[in-house]
């Protein structure tokens, strides 16, 4: 990147500053004359010189006294309208380039980002990163637009002012400036200090960002070994640094515009003297010298401008040498790695061959040296070793995701460190120890291995065509990509299918080839879909609904396992809220939570009487529960089983029991009445037995129900998911549609004995895989979070699989996952790739018996290289790691 900001501002905008330098220059005309005009207001229409007589000739008209007035109070007018146009469409102008050049300077740091060596990322944390994208930059957008054409304009318009100024009377010029010279020297040097100053603030609030960061991504640490006192104490000690430096920036910027206002309110001293004693002795007309006084009014604008853009240009300057001295390290890799051609490597079934291969990290340490290997195309290889013997590096450069500092890697017959990531990263696959999961769909993880390039474009009508084609335009002038994020990126032909169809049955395959298809069965039962976009399986849902149906009525022991929904029963086994909507909350209009606070839903409690009967009962619940849980720790379990009421907010609900005691219901506040009235939405009667709800109150509340469905407003409608036995739910989730119930409490093993039964239907209606695809759309949460670190780890496993790479390499890629099943792991994705390449780095030497060859690595060096028979004999690292493991 661009060594100085103005040298990026010259390279990317040159045409556009030329343009606004144009602009600006064309408006100094009007601008002096908009300052002649006065004078020649008050010294000729107004008569105040005394020379003049009407009418007068002017410009080949004949006007008379109130005609020249108007005439020339309607040019001055159009000349403030001319000169505010001009400024407008500057200003636009400006603020445009400005974000133009906002969005390309961010652009070229995210796709320097991208090409950061790894081991960057150990130095510099997301904590950095992200402020100077995001935040640091900011500044620098309006600063860019500002550059070159805000001191034109306003040098510009303080010269034009000046020159006025000089024109009426020298000497009143020489007042207007005679204070420049003492702010030109003193706010300068000051500017500097707080530039200085500003410099480490920018430094120290980074540092607290990568403090936060680790501190979030580390908390569970300080849970666990109380460290919450020493961590605020460390925080506390950085905000007091930054407080130091932000109040002594407050006292040399506040000092600067002290000095600014000061020597701005001398100046008129010197034109009231000076000015006066001229008119007085008849050597300055009355006109010249308002009109001066109006220039001057004018004048300190510009000037403030000025002063203020030098500050801006320091800052700016500062942040952008800052930003890129963090986004510049010298092993950064080459653009052309990331545009190259896919066409550009090998020919196919290359193997890998190395010679006298190195590598040193950034810290300086050698981690592999002196290997010279061949891999023939085909061949399975297993990497054992110690911890940091050297295995899990020589992975790394086999991916080529680092580059090797000594000797030769060749992909084939082309040197692995000119190939372009289109050939790395599409003919070659790598795994590591901690696969990671984009925040997105489990489906879309896996598509992203084969999402290199936009290959079909989306169906859009006329307008979203339009609006396609602005941004794009938009983009490639901001010099960002203009590759369309909405068109199918999917590389069919890479994965081996032929449409979305096949595309979905591989992809279950393959969960099924790294132990996830359980996994994506339960979030299938657990996830959503939406019956407008699939309607097919949404029917076919229901088909499994009434035959699980049909099981359970077949069966009087199943059937006491699920309570179905019926419109004119009410379901025990559903809490009062469940009763009440008789349906799924879409949003959280009607969400359990808020519920009570709906004013809707009081209205229909009100209508049908239960208002008073749910405090009554609200009361009830709330001094049971404290009865029975005051005493008990906040930690204990039975919270979690039977609590209404959290441990925090137990002591209030024992004051409000204390408040319905003393005053009644009727006394209690509006905040006390909606307390008391959440409680018993929670209440599930066959789950509590607190012998609360008896027939009546149930069938009170299946009249609640049918007012609440017959007067629900329009713009409340969407609100709710109403049950409806022969229509898919489309706020429930899959296993909630399939029972249409809730499965019963107090019978053994109902869950489990019931699950059996659901996935029996399923696979009668051959719709397993159905519920499985329904799992490939759970989002997983920022990093996976919302997944197991195994979980996460066959993902990456299978994302690799799904684009079928020449070479694959597994660095450690089963460490995360259960013992028993990396076995299995590893057997099915041998199998998978049956005739390619594939290169497994092992912790346990057992597993690597599967492999037709083993390097084993110590120090950094091939120590003993062979099959895993032929190694397995008394005197070889191998056989010593055997007998140990």
């Known amino acids: 990147m661009e060594p100085s900001i103005y040298r990026f501002i010259f390279r990317h905008s040159k045409r556009e500053q030329i343009v606004l330098l144009i602009m600006t220059a064309l408006s100094f005309p009007f601008l002096y004359y908009s300052l002649d005009l006065p004078k020649k207001i008050i010294n000729e229409a107004l008569g105040a010189k005394g020379s003049a007589t009407f009418p007068v000739n002017w410009l080949g008209f004949e006007f008379g006294q109130l005609e020249y007035l108007w005439t020339l109070s309607g040019l001055f007018l159009a000349l403030v309208c001319i000169n505010g146009a001009f400024k407008y469409v500057i200003n636009v102008y400006r603020g445009q380039l400005g974000e133009r050049m906002l969005r390309r300077l961010r652009f070229d740091l995210y796709a320097r980002v991208l090409r950061f060596p790894l081991g960057r990322f150990r130095r510099m944390s997301q904590g950095e990163i992200i402020p100077m994208v995001t935040a640091e930059v900011e500044p620098l957008g309006g600063f860019i637009g500002d550059s070159i054409s805000l001191p034109a304009f306003q040098g510009g318009t303080l010269i034009t002012i000046l020159t006025f100024m000089f024109i009426q009377d020298p000497i009143l010029g020489l007042a207007a400036i005679s204070l420049y010279p003492i702010q030109g020297y003193v706010i300068p040097k000051l500017q500097r200090q707080v530039n200085l100053l500003g410099k480490e603030r920018v430094r120290t609030v980074r540092a607290m960002s990568d403090k936060i960061g680790e501190t979030v991504s580390g908390v569970q640490e300080v849970h666990a070994n109380d460290n919450a006192r020493l961590m605020l104490a460390r925080f506390a000690e950085r905000l007091n640094r930054i407080y130091d430096i932000r109040f002594e920036i407050y006292k040399k910027k506040f000092f600067i515009k002290f000095l600014n206002n000061f020597l701005a309110q001398l100046t008129p001293f010197f034109f009231y003297s000076i000015g006066g004693y001229l008119v007085i002795r008849g050597d300055l007309s009355l006109g010249a010298m308002v009109a001066v006084l109006a220039a001057y009014k004018d004048l300190s604008a510009p000037w403030k401008e000025l002063l203020g853009y030098y500050e801006r240009k320091e800052d700016a300057r500062i942040k952008y040498e800052q930003v890129i001295e963090q986004f510049d390290p010298p092993t950064i890799m080459d653009p052309a790695f990331q545009a190259g051609d896919a066409d550009a490597g090998p020919a196919e079934s290359a193997g890998i061959r190395s010679s006298n291969l190195g590598w040193i990290d950034d810290d300086g340490e050698v981690q592999v040296e002196g290997i010279s290997i061949r891999i023939e195309p085909g061949e399975r290889v297993a990497l054992l070793g110690p911890p940091n013997g050297g295995k899990e590096a020589l992975g790394l450069l086999l991916a080529r995701l680092v580059l090797p500092t000594s000797g030769n890697l060749n992909f084939g017959d082309r040197d692995m460190a000119t190939l372009p990531e289109a050939v790395t990263g599409r003919r070659l696959g790598y795994v590591g120890p901690a696969a990671f999961a984009f925040s997105t769909s489990i489906r879309e993880n896996l598509l992203i291995g084969a999402m290199h390039r936009p290959l079909v474009e989306p169906e859009r009508d006329t307008a979203a065509q339009a609006i396609a084609k602005r941004a794009a335009e938009n983009a490639a002038i901001a010099g960002n990509s203009t590759d369309d994020p909405q068109a199918d990126w999917v590389d069919y032909a890479a994965i081996g299918v032929d449409d979305a169809g096949g595309l979905s049955k591989r992809l279950v ?377």
């Open 509 to 885: 395959e393959l969960l099924d080839v790294v132990d996830l298809w359980d996994d994506c069965y339960q979030l299938g039962l657990r996830g959503t879909l939406d019956p407008q976009k699939r309607p097919d399986i949404a029917e076919r849902i229901l088909e499994a609904r009434r035959s699980f149906a049909d099981r359970l009525a077949g069966d009087p022991s199943l059937a006491e396992l699920v309570e179905p929904f019926a419109a004119d029963r009410y379901n025990s086994n559903a809490s009062v809220a469940e009763n009440l909507l008789f349906g799924t909350p879409v949003d959280g209009t009607f969400a359990s939570e808020s519920i009570a606070t709906s004013p809707y839903v009081r209205q229909i409690l009100d209508t049908v009487g239960l208002t008073g009967d749910f405090l009554t009962m609200g009361r009830d619940m709330a001094a049971t529960m404290v009865e029975l849980f005051a005493d008990l720790p906040a930690d204990h379990e039975f919270f979690s089983q039977f609590s209404f009421i959290s441990p925090d907010d137990l002591p209030e609900f024992q004051a409000l029991v204390t408040r319905v005691d003393r005053s009644g219901v009727n006394g209690l506040s509006e905040e006390d009445r909606s307390r008391l009235l959440s409680l018993p939405f929670k209440l599930v009667a066959a789950r509590h037995r607190l012998g609360l709800l008896d027939d009546a109150m149930k069938l009170r509340i299946l009249e609640a129900r049918k007012a609440f469905a017959e007067n629900l407003p329009p713009d409340m409608a969407g609100a709710v998911a109403f049950f409806t036995a022969d229509a898919y739910n489309a706020a429930a989730s899959v296993q909630d549609n399939l029972l249409f119930g809730k499965i019963a409490y107090g019978q053994a093993d109902a869950s489990a004995r019931v699950g059996k039964v659901i996935a029996e239907v399923l696979e009668s209606l051959d719709l397993r895989a159905t519920v499985i695809e329904v799992g490939l759309d759970f989002e997983v949460g920022i990093g996976g979070s919302r997944l197991t670190a195994a979980q996460r780890q066959k993902i990456g496993i299978a994302r690799v699989l799904l684009r079928r790479p020449e070479i694959c390499v597994f660095n450690d890629a089963v460490g995360s996952i259960e013992s028993a099943a990396q076995s299995r792991v590893i057997d099915r994705v041998l199998a998978e790739t049956e005739g390619g390449t594939v290169v497994w780095t092992l912790q346990h030497p057992d597993l690597a018996r599967r492999f037709q060859r083993v390097l084993v690595l110590r120090g950094g060096r091939v120590v003993e290289d062979g099959t895993p028979d032929s190694l397995d004999r008394s005197g070889t690292e191998f056989h010593a790691m055997a007998a140990g493991s």
